[in-house]
């Protein structure tokens, strides 16, 4: 059964860079069938995509955040990553990573809650 | 790119149907048949309903159903129950490898 997790600081400072990383088991990230995605969402809010990697580092990313926004794979580790630049409060969110298949993100993983303040 | 626009909440009795609607644009909905519905309880990672417009993944009840006409996608859920309450999402391919999602619609089972 495919699960995925994410990890990385529950705190971030104003203007710092917010790291996170989805860790992938019970499948491999180097499917050729499969793009990996991260998606957020502010507390009592909606859902926002920011960006999507193949395993081969092809990159798409929300063009409302796409100036601060990197993601990369490590095939070998099984995890892909997320960094968002020069983070405000609006950055607070449960973030979410997902695998897509299609067009669709099909399997989720159970979210973090990434706060940012000072 | 603009999120789908959705109502905030939508309701009925055990039993009954309720249609959930999920406009767009040209760019996104109606351009490309790749609307996705999630359903997300409290607390809890959203989960996939239906996907490409009508297809229901392996598990999800066919008590769900979607649909679309022009930039407008629709979410049916059928002979409601209580578990069915829950917040759900559409979502969208959009043009230059764009994702996006709705607001959400907050289904109440009377």
């Known amino acids: 059964q495919l699960q995925l997790q994410e990890s990385g600081p529950g705190l971030v400072k104003p203007s710092e860079t917010l790291s996170l990383t989805c860790s992938v088991s019970?499948?491999?990230?180097?499917?050729?069938?499969?793009?990996w995605g991260w998606i957020r969402q502010p507390p009592g809010k909606g859902l926002e995509w920011i960006g999507t990697i193949y395993y081969s580092g092809s990159t798409y990313y929300s063009p409302s955040l796409k100036s601060r926004v990197t993601m990369s794979v490590d095939t070998s580790k099984n995890q892909f990553s997320l960094k968002l630049t020069s983070v405000t409060a609006a950055d607070t969110a449960v973030y979410y990573c997902?695998?897509?298949?299609?067009?669709?993100?099909?399997?989720w993983g159970q979210g973090t809650l990434v706060t940012v303040s000072s | 790119q603009s999120a789908l626009t959705q109502p905030p909440s939508a309701s009925g009795s055990p039993g009954q149907s309720v249609t959930i609607s999920c406009t767009g644009t040209s760019s996104d909905v109606g351009g490309y048949n790749y609307v996705s519905w999630y359903q997300q309880h409290p607390g809890k990672a959203p989960k996939l309903m239906i996907y490409e417009v009508t297809k229901r993944p392996s598990g999800v009840p066919d008590r769900f159903s979607g649909s679309k006409s022009g930039n407008t996608a629709s979410l049916t859920v059928s002979g409601l129950q209580a578990e069915d309450e829950a917040d759900y999402y559409c979502s969208s391919y959009a043009v230059n490898n764009n994702w996006v999602f709705g607001g959400g619609t907050k289904l109440t089972v009377l």
């Open positions: 997902a695998r897509q298949r299609g067009y669709s993100f099909n399997y």
């Open positions: 019970g499948g491999f990230i180097s499917s050729s069938s499969y793009y």
